[in-house]
């Protein structure tokens, strides 16, 4: 797939304070913006910047991220001694997400697509012809998130 799929792209992040800090491997330098009302909430941005890796692709070192649970259904990792937000893991997945910005060379990556597009803030974001998804276009996680949360519930922040 030519230069879209790199491999084995060495990343190093960390928190603004330097305490949690790590390396991931990555096969794909794409990245892409969640704009879901969880990922606004946790970022307090209008959009998370993420990019997906095998949960066994990242090595933490010095201080383990605290975990936040948005939902029955994920965790966000982040850094309790500075704020910033780190990971996001859907509790049953194989891979999980880190957020572009706390890359040490967040230009490594690129925007490819956009999900949670169903509230996205269209004044802030222009889409630039990528792909675009509504987070319930996920039938699996809408099952997911009735069979946790009940039939007439939708994915959002719980408070
Ligand atoms: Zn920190
Ligand atoms: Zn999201």
């Known amino acids: 797939m030519g230069e879209n799929n790199r491999t084995d792209l060495k990343l190093t992040g960390g928190c603004q304070c ?8 990555v096969v ?7 704009h879901c009302r969880m990922c606004q909430k946790a ?16 090595t933490w070192f010095g201080k383990e991220p605290a975990y936040f649970h948005s939902s029955k259904l994920a965790k966000r990792g982040f850094c309790p001694d500075c704020g910033t937000p780190l ?10 997400d880190l957020t572009v910005g706390s890359l040490d060379d967040p230009s490594a990556l690129r925007l490819a697509g956009h ?10 974001v222009d889409p630039g012809g990528l792909s675009e998804s509504e987070t319930e276009d996920s039938a699996d996680y809408v099952a997911k998130w009735h069979a946790a949360y009940g039939p007439d519930s939708a994915p959002g922040p719980r408070a």
């Open 115 to 124: 999900g949670g597009v169903e509230s996205r803030v269209d004044s802030f």
């Open 43 to 58: 970022v307090g941005h209008v959009h998370a910047a993420f990019f997906m890796i095998d949960v066994g692709a990242v």
């Open 87 to 96: 990971s996001f893991q859907y509790l049953d997945a194989g891979h999980m």
């Open 18 to 25: 330097g305490a949690r800090r790590y390396e991931a491997t």
């Open 28 to 34: 794909s330098d794409k990245g892409y913006f969640c």
